[in-house]
Each structure stands twice: as structure tokens, then as C-alpha cells.
């Protein structure tokens, strides 16, 4: 059974940065393609970024693109979100979600993933 817990939400002002952190147990993480996902009140959840097995694919959102940055170190069974240039509208609990797979691709629909963590609060006030 895989378990995901991410980490590193918080209040933060527009224009700063946050660090989410996804850790990986049950499974060696190379094994699994990784999602992050988010849910701001009264929405749906949305897709935010994808990394591949091995790190080598990423895909993003429109709505982050070149503002947030995923990566993974397999080491550590770890996968990161890097978020710069918050805005008021990324405010949202934020999900990681897994999914195995033997191909090397970064998987954007929510229906792959069989795998998700509990969450953890982003906040950006303007």
C-alpha cells in the first residue's frame, strides 16, 4: 500500500515562495508516476503538475506554468512542488497523488491516480 504525506503549506504573502514535499512509503517511488493536484473551496480539484518516474517529464497546469517547478529525488523517496510568484488565487489545499506505471510519462488525468495524501493548506494573501 502506498502512503503519500505532503508537507511544507502555509500562509504566505503574493509574490513569495512555498516548497511543498510529497514522501513516498510503501512502494520504492521510481516506480510510481506522481501528481499534484489542488481544491480551493466551493471548486472542483484541479491539476496543478506531473513528474514522471524517473523526474525526466514534467507537464503543468497553464495557470503555473513557469512559476512552479516539480522534482523528485528517488533517494529519498521524496517528490517536491516548488512554488514562486504566489497569488491569491493558488490558495487551495494542495494534494500529491501516485499512480504506478511503466511508462515514462507525467500523468495529468485525476482518474489515473490511485494514490493520494491527505493534503496540506496553501495560503497567499494579497
Known amino acids: 500500500q502506498v502512503q503519500l504525506v505532503e508537507s511544507g503549506g502555509g500562509l504566505v504573502q503574493a509574490g513569495g515562495s512555498l516548497r511543498l514535499s510529497c514522501a513516498i512509503s510503501g512502494r520504492s517511488s521510481s516506480s510510481l508516476a506522481i501528481g499534484w493536484f489542488r481544491q480551493a473551496p466551493g471548486k472542483e480539484r484541479e491539476f496543478v503538475a506531473a513528474i514522471s518516474r524517473n523526474g525526466a517529464r514534467t507537464s503543468y497546469a497553464d495557470s503555473v506554468k513557469g512559476r512552479f517547478t516539480s522534482s523528485r529525488d528517488n533517494a529519498k523517496n521524496t517528490v517536491y512542488l516548488q512554488m514562486n510568484s504566489l497569488k491569491s488565487e493558488d490558495t487551495a489545499v494542495y494534494y500529491c497523488?501516485?499512480?504506478?506505471?511503466?511508462?515514462?510519462?507525467?500523468?495529468?488525468?485525476?482518474?489515473?491516480?490511485?494514490?493520494w495524501g491527505q493534503g496540506t493548506q496553501v495560503t497567499v494573501s494579497s
Open positions: 497523488a501516485a499512480t504506478m506505471t511503466s511508462l515514462g510519462t507525467a500523468i495529468v488525468a485525476t482518474h489515473q491516480y490511485n494514490y
